[in-house]
């Protein structure tokens, strides 16, 4: 892509403010193809026409299979209090330091021209450009998720796109494939509450969801779980709202955070951390690597680190926001993962999904670099940016004075406790799926407890029994009320569907 330079600086022969092909050569008409005539076929020789033609034709790259739906903005975050000191070396946490960040929020299932106010979790990452490193914290606005093996990834994702046959969305496979995978349900219970419609991003909570780890100054492990409680409060669509959102302004949430940000209203979220002993994971009655399953605040208050701000629009949003890669893996020093297999399995998905959507050479983009020094020994591959390393060696260890590591950044060493490799059924050792999502229940109040029973059956109402009735039996698990509350919801809405054309999921699926 020509850069074009105003003052025209960039070549002596275009003079300010001429265009140029893509190869810096002066454009004398660009509204006329090349033709034999006026009324004449094209000729090959209009290399300004193919150019754009080619070009255009290459415009799209792979959009996110989850994510695709996205909005950012730049900010600052400031740390204001010292106490995580006493957990972590990373330099970002110095009272009153300011650090750039980048953040992105997006819908999961949708693709990408698909409407911000389905009822969805919402992605939350933030990119920290610390003097260490990018800090990449990949979270959502639910601090739990539907599964807890990523083996189930896969599976539960197709049940949120689209129908093989019909190419619809389809409730009956969101409902059977979470009727079957009972660990789904605190979050399904998220989801279909108020919290699963945000009034756009800047009224939603951010959380690390994962369990990560810090490493304080004496080498000590302590495990932690990330909480952006968002300064604007939490705003929500009520379902109703949120559908006619959809047919009103289907980029309500884009919209609403450019618009923010534009005239100086800054959103702003206190970032809190939750922190456990490494003794503590070790006896703890809750798996606390099990990402279907909260900290409770009683047992891991929240803790005060900081406060990010979202400041500046991006310029432009497909080299800024599209080509933003963020991914777990991106940890500074001071900070680890965790035995928590979605993690895992994440630090291995995100850079391998950026290879495939962005190039082996993701990382040197502008939006993604780090903004301290930087030195690898990885060179060449497609679109290699920059210098691509100049004349400096290109292999380790050289005599050339090339860089050199430090061991002072070596890892720490985990103690793992039971090393014995295999396929461990988490079901074994876990079945409880029902309290955590019951106390969520209880919690909503009898209004939040009636619109998270009518939002259940506006949906489950429209699939087969089978699955119903299995569903449901979850739900009185988590609590007799919740079940009872569901049932009368489906019979309720069952009643009026005579009224309704029959959905097409369930035909094709029943
Ligand atoms: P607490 O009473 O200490 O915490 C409840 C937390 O739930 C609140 O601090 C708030 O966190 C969040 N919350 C409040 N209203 C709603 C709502 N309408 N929908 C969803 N979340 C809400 O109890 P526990 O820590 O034992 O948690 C009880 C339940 O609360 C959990 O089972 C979980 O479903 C939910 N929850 C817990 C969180 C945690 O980290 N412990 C975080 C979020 C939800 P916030 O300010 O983060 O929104």
């Not at 302590?222 to 939490?234: E, L, P, R, T, V």
């Not at 009655?285 to 991006?314: C, Q, S």
């Not at 926001?321 to 940890?331: G, K, S, T």
């Amino acid at each position: 892509m020509a850069q074009i330079i105003p003052d025209g600086s960039n070549g002596p022969a275009h003079g300010a403010g001429f265009m140029t092909s893509d190869a810096g050569r002066p454009v004398g008409d660009n509204q006329n193809s090349m033709t034999v005539g006026p009324r004449g076929p094209i000729v090959g020789d209009d290399f300004l026409l193919f150019e754009k033609m080619a070009h255009f034709n290459r415009e799209r790259i792979p959009e996110r299979v989850v994510h695709a739906k996205g909005s950012g903005a730049f900010g600052t975050f400031v740390c204001t209090s010292d106490e995580i000191q006493k957990y972590t070396t990373a330099a970002l946490f110095q009272v009153g330091k300011q650090t750039p960040l980048l953040a992105r929020f997006s819908t999961v299932g949708g693709e990408k021209g698909s409407a911000d106010s389905e009822r969805d979790p919402r992605g939350f990452s933030v990119k920290f450009y610390t003097e260490e490193g990018n800090w990449d914290m990949v979270g959502n606005n639910t601090p739990v998720f539907f599964v807890r093996d990523p083996l189930k990834f896969g599976d539960f994702i197709h049940t949120q796109k689209r129908h093989p046959q019909t190419n619809l969305k389809d409730a009956t496979m969101m409902w059977d494939f979470w009727s079957l995978a009972p660990e789904s349900l605190h979050q399904v219970t998220i989801l279909m509450s108020d919290r699963g419609t945000p009034m756009g991003y800047r009224f939603m909570n951010g959380y690390s969801s994962h369990t990560f780890s810090l490493v304080n100054a004496q080498n000590e492990l302590f495990y932690c779980k990330w909480h952006f409680k968002s300064a604007q409060g939490i705003k929500n669509f009520m379902a109703d709202e949120a559908d006619q959102m959809k047919a009103t302004d289907m980029d309500y949430s884009q919209r609403d955070l450019f618009g923010a940000i534009e005239k100086g209203d800054f959103p702003k979220w206190n970032v809190k951390v939750q922190v456990m002993s490494e003794a503590d994971s070790k006896t703890y009655h809750i798996n606390p690597f099990d990402l279907t399953k909260v900290w409770p605040h009683a047992d891991y208050p929240l803790i005060d680190v900081g406060v990010m701000e979202l400041n500046r629009n991006p310029v432009n949003y497909f080299a800024q926001i599209e080509q933003a890669a963020f991914e777990p893996r991106n940890v500074v020093p001071g900070m680890g993962f965790s035995p928590d297999k979605m993690l895992q399995a994440r630090l291995i998905s995100y850079p391998d999904a950026h290879r495939y959507r962005l190039g082996g050479n993701y990382q040197s983009l502008p939006v993604n670099a780090p903004q301290c020094p930087y030195a690898t020994y990885n060179r060449d591959g497609t679109m290699a940016l920059g210098d691509n390393g100049g004349a400096s060696p290109n292999y380790e260890p050289n005599s050339f004075g090339g860089p050199v590591q430090n061991p002072r950044y070596t890892e720490r060493k985990v103690n793992l406790d039971n090393p014995v490799m295999g396929r461990w059924d988490h079901r074994e050792h876990d079945g409880d799926y029902y309290t955590q999502a019951g106390n969520l229940f209880r919690m909503l109040g009898p209004d939040g407890q009636k619109r998270l029973c009518a939002n259940i059956a506006g949906s489950l109402s429209t699939v087969p029994e089978r699955i119903r009735t299995l569903q449901i039996s979850h739900f009185e698990k988590c609590d007799p009320a919740y079940g009872e509350g569901v049932s009368k919801a489906v019979d309720a809405a069952l009643g009026t569907a005579g009224m309704k054309a029959e959905p097409v999921g369930e035909l094709v699926n029943a």
